[in-house]
């Protein structure tokens, strides 16, 4: 009976998308196994299971694996109907949820790797393009949230929450390392007001990487990319 | 009562995106008024519906817009349950579906435009990575379909018909244009054979737009393209 409701996620302990999938596993309280991928030599199972993007989060169930972290997180609020609601039952509300998980999905996390990986002006650029892109997810998220203001506590958890929070959640270690943050208060208050209430959440802290681990990487990347383009 | 199931789909008449919609609410059996919109001169409605990316399609329901097309068909399935459905039932099919449409999303469209606005070397280069995507796609839907065969039929048509149909239902008039046919049967012949049985589809022949106008149309884009290439 046990191995009929099997799951393993496969990850990467830095990556926001294999944190979405944990995140949404954890507010739903499924049990999982955890298999920690190496990205510069996957596993023979990581290929087999996603042959065609060869990335992590694969979730398996039952042996059968789900790709694509969006497509996971609506296959689990799918499967284990008990329980929170990652996404709401109004179609409308849902399509809402939808395209904002889109927009993040497509939007933030290219413009984060190159102001990571780069200074001067092609990190001005980067940044100046975020800037633009967090004016319109403020905006967005204004409209979206009743009265204006993000509504969390650990009952209440949904995929915006889930992907906003997996994406920004180590501001402190990405401040550290560049010395920038990105969702200041004064300019972008909901989006703020969000994400220091987000990090807050029990579920939350438990799933966030130590600190120190996630300065030491981002620090690493950052100083591997610098030296490549300064010796190409 | 009439004004309470309102349903206005923005489009363009050759947009593969546009026409996706129009495909899921005729199969859906469900009443529309059609706006052809205008994109060197977007109209102050598709401004207003869609701020975020200012493109089509966006369906207007009741007043309520909702933009990104596979966000769409799943509002359309989800708030019209009655008639066919365009998503299966299992979650688990469910996740594949989700899966190969957002491939076909991410990885054909940006190909098909460079092949159809470059020539030489990179054009080769585009037909090399659509001709290896492609493979992915048909070693994918092979083992997706039953039996590895494509089940086509009026009265069964899903996300994943809609979406493939409007890639490629103008294949002809691609072929006219290019002297080039991405879908040769001896090469692909689980999407060859998929394509054949869509294109035969009633409702896909009252939805595809005239092969001459098409033509017209896709020479004036490639000419364009490569004049202001030669010229720049």
């Known amino acids: 009976m046990e191995e009929q409701n099997k799951v393993v996620l496969h990850g990467m302990w830095l990556s926001p998308f294999a ?3 944990e995140l949404a596993l ?4 499924i049990p999982f196994n955890y298999v920690e991928e190496d990205l510069k030599n996957k596993s023979e199972l990581l290929l087999k299971y996603n042959p065609v993007h060869k990335k992590v989060p694969v979730l398996v169930h039952n042996g059968n694996p789900v790709c694509e972290s969006l497509v996971i997180i609506e296959y689990i609020d799918e499967t284990w109907k008990n329980g929170p609601k990652l996404l709401p039952e109004d179609p409308y509300k849902r399509a809402q949820v939808r395209f904002w998980s889109k927009f993040m999905q497509d939007q933030l996390f290219e413009n984060s790797v ?13 940044v100046k393009d975020m800037y633009e892109k967090l004016c319109v997810l403020e905006k967005g998220m204004k409209e979206y949230f009743p009265d204006g203001k993000p509504e969390v506590d650990d009952n209440n958890i949904g995929v915006l929450d889930i992907i906003f929070g997996s994406a920004f ?12 943050n990105m969702l200041e208060a004064d300019k972008f208050p909901v989006l703020n007001s969000w994400l220091m209430a987000l990090v807050e959440l ?8 130590p600190h120190e681990k996630v300065v030491q990487f981002l620090q690493f990347l950052r100083q591997s990319a610098l030296s490549s383009t300064s010796a190409s």
């Open 19 to 21: 944190k979405r999938v």
């Open 26 to 29: 954890k507010v739903k309280n």
């Open 114 to 126: 190159v102001i990571l990986k780069t200074e001067g002006e092609a990190q001005q650029k980067a």
């Open 169 to 180: 959640g180590a501001y402190k270690a990405h401040h550290e390392v560049l010395g920038l």
């Open 202 to 209: 029990q579920v939350m802290k438990e799933a966030a990487p």
